[in-house]
C-alpha cells in the first residue's frame, strides 16, 4: 500500500480563501474514499505500458494532486477525480517524454474506459428525454423551430440568425422568446407517467 501524503502533518491547518480545513479530515477522507481506489488506479496506469516504478511514481503523484485539491475542498464523488488526475498525469508524462510510443497513444484512448461511465439506466433516461424534446420540437411552427435549432443547437447568435433569415434581430429574439415558452409547454403537458397517484 502507498503511503498517505502528509503522513506527518496530522495537526497542521491550511487555510484558503473559505477557510481552514484540518490536515486530519483530509487524511481521514484520503484513506475512507481514495485508498479503496487504489488497485483499480495501479491497474489504471499499467494500462499505459510504464513500469512498475512509474506507475508508483504516478501513483504518488494522482495522490498529492488529489490532496491538494482536497485541502480547497474535498471533492464529492472522489472516483471521478482521481481518475481525471491520473489521465491527466499520464497525458503530461507522455509530452514530456517528446518520443511518444504507439502503445502509449492507443492506451490513452482506453483509459476513459476506468472513468466512470453513465449506468445504462442513466443512458436510456437521457435518450428518451431527448426523444421527447424532438416529438416537443416538431410540433413547434417550422420558423419557431428552426430559430431554435440555429440558437441553441448550432450556437449561433442572434445577430448570424437574423442574417441568414432575412428578419430584424428583434425578430429573432421574439421568436427564440415564443419557441422557449412554447417548447415548455409542450413538455409539461407531456411529461410521462410515473405510475405514481397522488
Same mark, same amino acid.
Given at each position: 500500500?502507498?503511503?498517505?501524503p502528509?503522513? =506527518? *502533518?496530522?495537526?497542521?491547518?491550511?487555510?484558503?480563501?473559505?477557510g481552514?480545513?484540518?490536515?486530519?479530515?483530509?487524511?481521514?477522507?484520503?484513506?475512507r474514499?481514495?485508498?479503496?481506489?487504489?488497485?483499480?488506479?495501479?491497474?489504471?496506469?499499467?494500462?499505459? =505500458?510504464?513500469?512498475?516504478?512509474?506507475?508508483?511514481? @504516478?501513483?504518488?503523484?494522482?495522490?498529492?494532486?488529489?490532496?491538494?485539491?482536497a485541502?480547497?475542498?474535498?471533492?464529492?464523488?472522489?472516483?471521478?477525480?482521481?481518475?481525471?488526475?491520473?489521465?491527466?498525469? @499520464?497525458?503530461?508524462?507522455? *509530452?514530456?517524454?517528446?518520443?511518444?510510443?504507439?502503445?502509449?497513444?492507443?492506451?490513452?484512448?482506453?483509459?476513459?474506459v476506468?472513468?466512470?461511465e453513465?449506468?445504462?439506466?442513466?443512458v436510456?433516461?437521457?435518450?428518451?428525454?431527448? *426523444?421527447?424534446?424532438?416529438?416537443?420540437?416538431?410540433?413547434?411552427?417550422?420558423?419557431?423551430?428552426?430559430?431554435?435549432?440555429?440558437?441553441?443547437?448550432? =450556437?449561433?447568435?442572434? *445577430?448570424?440568425?437574423?442574417?441568414?433569415?432575412?428578419?430584424?434581430?428583434?425578430?429573432?429574439?421574439r421568436?427564440?422568446?415564443?419557441?422557449?415558452?412554447?417548447?415548455?409547454?409542450?413538455?409539461?403537458?407531456?411529461?410521462?407517467?410515473? =405510475?405514481?397517484?397522488?
Amino acid at each position: 500500500m502507498v503511503e498517505t501524503p502528509d503522513a =506527518g *502533518r496530522a495537526d497542521a491547518v491550511v487555510t484558503d480563501s473559505r477557510g481552514a480545513i484540518r490536515t486530519a479530515e483530509v487524511k481521514a477522507w484520503f484513506i475512507r474514499e481514495v485508498l479503496p481506489l487504489e488497485s483499480a488506479l495501479i491497474q489504471f496506469l499499467r494500462r499505459s =505500458g510504464r513500469s512498475k516504478a512509474d506507475v508508483e511514481d @504516478l501513483c504518488q503523484g494522482v495522490y498529492m494532486r488529489v490532496c491538494a485539491a482536497a485541502y480547497n475542498e474535498i471533492p464529492s464523488p472522489t472516483r471521478p477525480l482521481v481518475f481525471a488526475v491520473a489521465r491527466n498525469l @499520464l497525458i503530461d508524462r507522455v *509530452r514530456q517524454e517528446q518520443i511518444v510510443p504507439i502503445e502509449a497513444i492507443e492506451n490513452l484512448d482506453a483509459l476513459n474506459v476506468a472513468i466512470e461511465e453513465p449506468s445504462p439506466d442513466r443512458v436510456v433516461i437521457a435518450r428518451e428525454e431527448l *426523444r421527447r424534446l424532438q416529438s416537443a420540437l416538431n410540433k413547434l411552427p417550422e420558423r419557431t423551430r428552426t430559430t431554435l435549432v440555429m440558437h441553441k443547437i448550432d =450556437g449561433l447568435s442572434v *445577430r448570424e440568425i437574423a442574417k441568414r433569415m432575412g428578419t430584424s434581430e428583434r425578430t429573432v429574439e421574439r421568436s427564440l422568446t415564443e419557441g422557449v415558452r412554447a417548447l415548455a409547454e409542450i413538455m409539461l403537458r407531456e411529461t410521462p407517467n410515473t =405510475g405514481r397517484t397522488s
